[in-house]
């Protein structure tokens, strides 16, 4: 939303910390194949393996947007881990299931949606 509304981007910490994204779809997909499950209750992990730091985040979001925004930094909280990527070997096997949206598109499908 900052950078559709022409505001800085902030990014906590140094934006070297890395998050795994994945399109709403793909996490009902994998809901709906645990629901669908005869033989496996769980837990899982239903994520993106696929990492990216937040300043990649960011620099796709103002290209994607065609944003003006600036990046702005802000201190790192205490309690901010600095990787987060599901390991989903056991969705894969166990459900059959990967996400299938690639950050690109879910995020034009996003900036589409919120531009609205």
Do not use: C, H
Request: charged fraction near 25%.
């Amino acid at each position: 939303m900052q950078a559709l509304e022409g505001k800085d981007i902030t990014i906590y910490g140094d934006g070297s910390q890395t998050r795994s994204f994945f399109y709403v779809n793909d996490l009902v997909s994998g809901i709906i194949a645990m629901m669908e499950s005869d033989d496996f209750i769980g837990p899982v992990n239903l994520g993106n393996p696929g990492e990216f730091t937040m300043n990649e985040l960011a620099e796709k979001v103002i290209k994607m947007t065609g944003s003006k925004s600036k990046i702005v930094y802000n201190p790192l909280p205490q309690d901010d881990p600095k990787q987060r990527k599901p390991d989903i070997t056991l969705a894969k096997i166990k459900l059959g299931w990967a996400p299938k949206i690639p950050l690109d598109e879910g995020l034009k499908k996003t900036i589409e949606y919120f531009s609205k």
